[in-house]
């Protein structure tokens, strides 16, 4: 899950009103096939800012899945190491550096399914 789109997710456990142990861990992007290999958009200091919202967010353990590499997780550890956590979560920050979660989903699904539908031949 990108990070947006999981912290999203981590702050909806938040108004739960519980204080579950959350672990975040976001890629680094939607994987793009360029020049034979797979790349990641997600760069270290995107996922050091993610880091640091997940931390805000709730995140008590806080890593990387698909695309992170050793310098990602170097950049997350030094930008928590660097840092205090920031009460209340800055929303407004968060969404000017990871962007608006789940803005590539079609507003209606039903929607989308039937113009796929409408498209075959007859």
């Known amino acids: 899950m990108c990070p947006a789109e999981l912290l999203h997710s981590v702050i909806d456990f938040q108004h739960e009103g519980q204080n579950p142990l959350i672990i975040a861990k976001g890629n680094c992007g939607i994987p793009h096939y360029l020049d034979g290999e797979i790349h990641y958009h997600g760069t270290p200091e995107l996922m050091a800012d993610y ?28 930008a928590l190491d660097a840092s205090v956590p920031s ?13 608006e979660p789940w803005k590539d989903l079609p507003q209606n699904p039903a929607e989308n399914t039937r113009r796929k539908r409408s498209r075959r031949r007859k």
């Open 87 to 99: 009460t209340p979560l800055d929303a407004e920050a968060m969404l000017a550096k990871l962007g």
């Open 51 to 78: 880091a640091l919202f997940a931390r805000d967010a709730g995140a008590s353990i806080i890593g990387g899945c698909c695309g992170t590499t050793p310098e990602h997780i170097q950049a997350m550890a030094d």
